[in-house]
């Protein structure tokens, strides 16, 4: 079975300095890694996906990830908060073994302060 | 870009009626899915509908819960005797493919409340 586990439920940061948002994963097969964003009475919004061999995906807003397969980790980072980015930031997993569902982690809340 | 939009976007309801929830995919996306969001949390797979039945579904979809797909492009659904507990926010997704590394689309939501 795939799970996620976002160990922060929250991350505070100043703006201007860099952010990391955590997650780590367990699947069957290959793992099919995103993050998603979520702003206030907002649906989720695709930020970035991993593509295989890419250890550092680019994604949306200036964010990237870091994939780690022997941590099983695909942390989130930006490197100059803003206070915009502010939100509830999620990170799913999907594997290869069939099925078509996508398993959310629980959501970490960023506060970026002025 | 594309949005699926959701409909209404709150619904009050009282415990043990019958709501419908309403989503229209993006057009030309062939897998649907429905989620839901509990007090802002964390966001928990309902089920997955491809080619009008249902592909996959967790322990929380039960007997209560149902889907369809009545006319090519309204994605519904059904809680036949809502709980105190069916309390959420219900947000639909699709996608056009079903491949592995193929994002949702999410709609904004139906604020569910169960009085």
């Known amino acids: 079975a795939q799970s996620v586990a976002q160990p922060e439920d929250q991350v505070n940061v100043a703006e201007g300095n860099p952010l990391t948002v955590k997650c780590t994963y367990s699947?069957?097969?290959?793992?099919?890694l995103f993050w998603y964003v979520q702003y206030p009475n907002r649906g989720l919004q695709f930020l970035l996906k991993y593509i295989t061999g890419d250890n550092l995906v680019k994604g949306s807003y200036g964010f990237e990830a870091e994939f780690n397969k022997s941590q099983t980790s695909f942390h989130l980072k930006k490197p100059s908060a803003l206070v915009s980015d502010s939100a509830l930031y999620f990170c799913?997993?999907?594997?290869?073994?069939?099925?078509?569902?996508?398993?959310f982690g629980a959501g970490t809340r960023l506060f970026v302060k002025a | 870009e594309p949005e699926v939009t959701q409909t209404p976007s709150h619904q009050v309801t009282q415990m043990g009626q019958e709501v419908i929830l309403r989503c229209v995919p993006i057009?030309?996306?062939?897998?649907f899915y429905w989620y839901r969001q509990i007090l802002g949390q964390k966001v928990e797979f309902l089920v997955s509908?491809?080619?009008?039945?249902?592909?996959?579904k967790s322990e929380i979809f039960d007997d209560q819960f149902s889907v369809e797909r009545p006319d090519g492009s309204n994605f519904t659904l059904k809680i036949r005797s809502t709980k105190l507990e069916d309390s959420a926010m219900y947000f639909c997704?699709?996608?056009?493919?079903?491949?592995?590394?193929?994002?949702?689309?999410f709609g904004s939501g139906t604020q569910l409340s169960v009085l």
């Open positions: 509908f491809y080619n009008n039945e249902i592909s996959e």
């Open positions: 057009s030309n996306h062939l897998y």
């Open positions: 699947v069957s097969g290959n793992p099919y």
């Open positions: 997704a699709s996608s056009p493919t079903t491949l592995s590394n193929e994002k949702l689309f």
């Open positions: 799913a997993v999907r594997g290869d073994t069939g099925g078509f569902k996508t398993i």
